[in-house]
């Protein structure tokens, strides 16, 4: 019982977080510890030499190590509908995290591994109740189903509002867009929570 009081407590007067300075020696817009997992140059912000920063080019799903556009490193992109969030790899290592909102239940984001099927700058979402034209920024991840830009609420992990589709803000989405290829690996896992993020892993926590 104590245990639980505890946990509500936390949720309902979180401690403020304390700022972590992420170091960056070359100022090339990657920090540190993720220069020396993809092998780049720590004291050399341009490490192939090809007149852009390493961080612009992981950015932007290129590999940093050859220059040339080379876009050889395998990138995948990850979704949890347990928590409501997307992590994006380059050769396996995770240079970025957001968060999105997936198909409510009944509509469910589809789990599974799929691929990069197509992309669309603009695609217009029109069904019962709704329409959302010139939508930005959209991935298509098996047959209309999409990653994709929503201007139209701001739930990003907190809880599902799709009709399947997984919802980004168009801040990560352009982000998402740019980085990923047709044919890129697309991984789902999880399951849809009920309601909101926290109160879902709070229920589940209480019921232990």
């Known amino acids: 019982m104590l ?17 972590v300075e992420v170091l960056d020696t070359d100022s090339d817009g990657l920090s540190d510890e993720l220069e020396i997992a993809l092998g780049t140059d720590v004291y050399n912000p341009d490490t192939d030499g090809d007149t852009y920063p390493d961080g612009l080019e992981v950015e932007n799903g290129y590999n940093p190590l050859k220059g040339q556009a080379d876009r050889s490193l395998p990138r995948h992109v990850e979704v949890d509908k347990n928590t409501q969030q997307m992590k994006w790899f380059l050769n396996n290592i995770q240079v970025g995290q957001a968060p999105v909102s997936t198909g409510l239940i009944g509509m469910d984001t589809p789990s599974g591994e799929f691929k990069i099927l197509r992309k669309r700058p603009t695609v217009n979402y029109i069904g019962r109740n709704y329409s959302y034209l010139n939508t930005k920024w959209n991935l298509e991840f098996k047959k209309s189903y999409y990653l994709h830009g929503a201007f139209w609420h701001n739930q990003f992990g907190i809880k599902p ?13 352009e982000k998402i867009y740019r980085f990923m290829s047709v044919g890129d690996k697309v991984v789902i896992t999880g399951k849809t929570p009920s309601g909101k993020v926290q109160v879902a892993s709070l229920k589940e926590e209480i019921k232990r």
């Open 3 to 19: 245990r639980k009081f505890i946990i509500i407590i936390c949720l309902l007067f979180p401690l403020p977080l304390l700022a």
């Open 161 to 173: 509002m799709s009709h399947g589709c997984v919802n980004i803000a168009y801040e990560n989405a």
